[in-house]
């Protein structure tokens, strides 16, 4: 799979990094069993260090997304089905959201209580 | 080194073929037992001899042949014929491979007064063996390849659009059971021979290890080029500079059509091949190509081209 980052970027590296495989997940071109990318060869590819791939793996692992294992390397969740690709997907408009939120300096609590106003 | 000084250079590896041999054979030939033993058996006993006479001449013919077809090759090189340096090659280690075997036999046989006394040791079989594929190597790396470097290449359209800085990497794999399984049941078959014959149950022991070795390929995609690797630790590994890339394209992969499994070489180029399917298919700027099985190859060749793009843009 095609992974790319801007060292300029606000976002950190392992951030931009995870933050693809989680694109690729949402739109189907990665499915559940698939393997991502040996992490030695991310990091060799894209002259970052190894342990920062491993870290975006880590994230992805934290929210459900892969699974890694030892020796085997790391793996789409075969498990996942499509509500969880979707959930997936909602989770990351809301982190858009609570950025733009923040950007005009609403915290998480009063973003909340929009969202309570707007469903009322 | 331009062509000319390449040429002279492999001529002269070639020459040395014929020169030893007849050399050897001027100096030993009052020294060796008539006729030479030309055949040990397993034992190292001598099973097979001739006269003298006959093996020079035998030997001579087809080492001043081979050299004959090496030299007009070595000629035709560089005049955009592809098989010429492959050929030169060829008929090199053909000239080189007779003739070491026959300085090593009179080496061994010098002092010996019957052909029965001779023993070949195992430091010059080594020799006779390694010598004519170094020989070979070294006349196909002195000649050129099809065009000659440095040739205009128009640079190859792409899909991808790639910033100047940014970093960017394609990583796939291409993975193949059947050659796991054909590794697996190679290693089994040779668990009765470690009680017969153990070197040759060593020697299949490690080709079924390499034959599932190789059942995985993975292939990286970045700012220095292709590099392709074997095996579940990514080891051994080639490289294909990105300046040597001309262009991509993915490509079905037929592994009879690129000499098999495994990694090969074949007249159009290399080739790692882990199963029949889609892959990777690079045009080198030499003429040759470069082939890698990997799954969903197209965005590999898309981003292959868009560095080459990326690689003229920024050198110019």
């Not at chain 1, 499509?82 to 997907?89: K, Q, S």
């Not at chain 1, 990351?92 to 973003?111: C, K, N, S, Y």
């Amino acid at each position: 799979m095609l992974i790319r980052v801007d060292p300029a970027s606000p976002l950190g590296l392992a951030e931009q990094i995870a933050a693809q495989v989680r694109a690729a997940v949402i739109d189907g071109s990665l499915r559940g069993g698939d393997k991502l990318p040996p992490a030695r060869e991310l990091a060799a590819g894209l002259d970052v260090n190894m342990h920062t791939v491993l870290r975006a793996y880590g994230v992805l692992r934290d929210e459900g997304i892969v699974e890694l294992r030892r020796g085997r390397g790391a793996h789409v969740r075969s498990d996942l089905a499509e509500p969880d690709r979707e959930r997936i997907a909602l989770r990351r408009e809301l982190r858009a959201l609570l950025d733009r939120a923040a950007r005009i300096g609403l915290t998480p609590d009063q973003l909340a209580d929009e969202l309570r106003k707007a469903s009322s | 080194m331009n062509l000319r000084l390449r040429q002279l250079l492999a001529a002269v590896a070639v020459l040395q073929a014929p020169l030893w041999a007849a050399g050897v054979a001027l100096c030993l030939r009052g020294d060796v037992p008539d006729p030479v033993p030309t055949h040990w058996g397993i034992g190292g006993e001598v099973d097979g001899t001739l006269g003298l006479g006959a093996f020079t001449t035998a030997v001579l013919a087809v080492v001043v042949l081979a050299s004959l077809v090496a030299l007009g090759c070595i000629a035709r090189a560089g005049r955009g014929t592809a098989l010429a340096g492959l050929g030169a090659a060829g008929a090199t280690w053909f000239a080189a491979l007779p003739a070491s075997l026959y300085v090593a036999t009179l080496l061994a046989a010098e002092g010996a007064a019957r052909a029965d006394d001779v023993r070949l040791p195992v430091v010059s079989i080594v020799l006779a063996t390694v010598l004519p594929f170094v020989a070979a190597l070294v006349v196909h790396r002195l000649l050129p390849g099809t065009s000659g470097p440095g040739a205009p290449v128009p640079v190859p359209a792409s899909s991808v659009a790639l910033a100047d800085g940014e970093r960017v990497v394609w990583v796939g794999q291409a993975s193949s059971r059947r050659l796991l399984v054909a590794g697996i049941v190679l290693g089994l078959g040779t668990l009765p021979l470690w009680f017969a014959v153990w070197p040759a149950a060593l020697a299949t022991a490690l080709a079924a290890v390499a034959v599932a070795w190789v059942h995985v390929v993975t292939a990286r995609v970045d700012d220095a080029g292709v590099a392709v690797s074997w095996g579940p630790a990514q080891w051994p590994r080639v490289r294909i500079d990105l300046a040597d890339i001309a262009a991509a394209e993915a490509a079905e992969i037929e592994p009879l059509r690129w000499g098999g499994w495994g990694y090969r070489r074949a007249t159009r180029g290399r080739a790692a091949v882990a199963r029949r399917g889609p892959g990777l298919v690079l045009t080198l700027r030499d003429g040759q190509q470069f082939a890698a099985t990997v799954d969903r190859p197209e965005a590999a060749a898309e981003l292959v081209n868009a560095l080459v793009g990326r690689l003229s843009r920024t050198a110019r």
